[in-house]
């Protein structure tokens, strides 16, 4: 059976009875399946005419009639009986989002597990018949250079080296391994890469390992956004799909290659001259790269397979970097709390600060860490996918067409990325949308949007205007369908107020809960950083309006970027920086939230919208 997805004019076959989803995942063509094809968020819709079976139920809840008449389907539900023709609109591709890529500091001094020797080997002769890699060891014990052992790779690289430039090599050394030699002539340029693995987007870095400098960076939208927008969707794939790990973890390593091609291309260098790899992500992104079962860390007691920073070869994991290369991942603190975490405290170094210290990344989970060299305690919340625009019947990434800045003063403005006509909101959009509503009285505290009647009678009848529907249907139209992408306006429902509120609700209680372990107050904290992407565009006055974290009147509100790729960085740079990630993990507490008894309570409390909710 041909099955054709316009606009991009791909013909693909499909089998009868597959989803129109399962036959774009296998033409290559990206389709939004936020639910990770459950049937659950609406966001895979396509259109066709014909060739498909009959609308299920999950359909009939998702699409209106109008749309149902228009031939929208959704494409993880429908079935293929016969040749189809699909279009997938505008609202349902995925677009390229913008990715963070800077962090801190990054500040460490050079310390890299690479090394180079140039030497020159004295010629063999017949009275002195020395083997090559024999001659080799004694010419640099007689320089100085610590012992080396060889790799089958320099082995085999050792007697057309020596040859081809009169006994001028030289050896790249990885610790104790000679890992590559080379006529002296040729020259090496020692490089790394360190990537952050995020649940929606990879970000790589090529860094120069002899002096420390950036040399490119390049990003992607991870590809396993396919099969869901967060991870409990990606671990029910690979749970419930047989081949689901295998894509998964091959997903992820041919996104690392594509970076891999795209940086070493911009810095004009080759794959082959990158000798290590450090990589973070949260606990589920690292066990998928690795190829490890994730399931046990969606069920209780959320256990991770493994902890610890673990380094393989990356021809094993099939990297396309130099085959000797090793690739490693920071250590992950508990099952909700990765190795990603693990890069934002050695980035911001909240384990040697003399006094408490906050940091919270908000990604698509929001993990937080709060104290000093004295204690430090992490946990992490359920927070993430409204922050991340997902579950959220306007909400989108931060692409082209998201409204990411909103001011209501009286007047509703607001910025869309890209100049273009918008389309959604993003996090940061809908924090500062959510602010402004409440300031203006277009919602309460407990969250619930005024009907037209009683804002005219306040100040707000421009904001009347803007409300339409009723009771649980209410909704604020934030952009009339004149303005909207494809005539359509951007409306925020009484139901996504109440996902931001749950979201806001579970960091909130978060920050509560380890202010209250650790015996303190908001008051004793002297610095919060705020990281990740909606960290970090997120404004703290928004964020303080809704009560997303509460005041903290003695503290510099910090947003650092993208502090888990700097710790990769760092670590990459750095022995050093390496061997500390695993004295963090030492040093770290980790608390889980739905151990503690007063979590409802505390979340409860967290829902009230407002600078002290
Ligand atoms: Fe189809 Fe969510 S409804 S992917």
């Known amino acids: 059976m041909k099955i054709k997805f316009q606009p991009y004019g791909v013909i693909a076959e499909a089998e009868a009875g597959q989803t129109v989803l399962q036959a774009a995942n296998a033409a290559g063509v990206d389709i939004e399946a936020v639910c990770g094809g459950r049937g659950t968020c609406g966001k895979c819709r396509i259109i066709a005419a014909q060739g498909l079976g009959p609308l299920t139920e999950a359909e009939r809840r998702r699409l209106s009639p109008e749309e149902i008449a228009q031939g929208y389907r959704l494409a993880c539900q429908a079935l293929i009986e016969g040749d189809v023709a699909v279009v997938v609109p505008e609202e349902s591709r995925i677009s390229e989002v913008s990715i963070l890529s800077t962090g801190i500091g990054d500040s460490v001094s050079l310390d890299p597990w690479l090394a180079t020797y140039a030497v020159q080997v004295p010629e063999a002769t017949i009275e002195d018949q020395v083997a090559d890699m024999d001659n080799l060891v004694r010419t640099l014990a007689a320089a100085g250079a610590p012992a080396l052992r060889p790799t089958l790779t320099a082995a085999r690289q050792l007697p057309a080296a020596l040859r081809a430039d009169e006994g001028r090599v030289t050896i790249v050394a990885q610790g104790q391994r000679m890992v590559r030699i080379v006529p002296a002539s040729t020259g090496v340029r020692v490089l790394g890469m360190a990537y952050d693995i995020g649940t929606t987007t990879v970000v790589g870095y090529l860094m120069d390992l002899q002096t420390g400098e950036q040399l490119a960076v390049a990003s992607l939208l991870n590809p396993q956004t396919r099969y869901g927008d967060d991870v409990v969707s990606r671990i029910g794939f690979s749970r419930d799909d047989p081949q689901g790990l295998d894509t998964l973890h091959h997903d992820i390593i041919q996104a690392m290659n594509t970076i891999i091609e795209r940086v070493t291309h911009q810095a004009k260098v080759t794959p082959a001259d990158v000798y290590a790899v450090v990589a973070v992500g949260n606990t589920t992104m690292h066990h998928l790269l690795w190829g490890i079962d994730p399931e046990a860390l969606a069920r209780s007691p959320y256990v991770p397979a493994v902890t ?30 990765g190795a990603d975490t693990t890069g934002v405290l050695l980035a911001t170094r909240l384990h040697t600060h003399e006094e408490p210290a906050l940091a919270i990344d908000i990604g698509t989970n929001g993990e937080m860490a709060l104290g000093s060299r004295e204690r430090l305690i992490t ?13 959220l019947s306007c909400g989108m990434r931060a692409a082209d067409g998201a409204i990411d800045v909103v001011t209501i003063n009286h007047r509703v403005e607001y910025h869309v990325i890209g100049d273009v006509p918008a389309r959604g909101v993003c996090g940061s959009g809908l924090v500062d949308l959510v602010a402004g509503m409440l300031q203006s009285g277009v919602i309460d505290s407990t969250g619930m949007m005024r009907d037209a009647e009683a804002l005219r009678n306040g100040n707000g009848s421009e904001l009347a205007d803007r409300v339409v529907g009723e009771g649980r249907q209410r909704q604020f139209m934030l952009v009339d369908p004149e303005s909207g992408a494809g005539g359509r306006p951007v409306l925020v429902t009484q139901r996504d107020v109440r996902e931001l509120q749950l979201a806001k609700g579970a960091i909130r209680a978060g920050i509560q809960i380890l202010l209250k372990e650790l015996g303190i107050t908001a008051a004793d904290v002297k610095r919060v950083y705020l990281a990740g992407a909606f960290g970090n565009y997120i404004r703290p006055t928004s964020a303080l309006a809704i009560g997303l974290i509460p ?9 650092v970027g993208n502090a888990a790729g700097s710790g990769a960085k760092m670590a990459l740079l750095s022995r050093a920086a390496l061997r500390e990630a695993s004295a963090i993990l030492e040093h770290v507490e980790y608390l889980e939230l739905s151990g503690r008894p007063d979590f409802q309570e505390e979340f409860a409390e967290a829902m009230i919208f407002g600078a002290s909710g």
Not at 312 to 317: H, M
Not at 382 to 391: I, K, T, V
């Open 379 to 391: 946990c992490s919340t359920a927070a993430g996918p409204a922050f991340e625009g997902a579950h």
């Open 308 to 337: 610890e920073a673990l380094g393989v070869r990356a021809t094993e994991l099939g990297l396309r970097v130099y085959p000797e290369a090793e690739v490693w991942t920071l250590p992950n603190i508990a099952g909700w709390v």
């Open 551 to 559: 005041e903290f009147p003695n503290a510099d509100i910090l947003p």
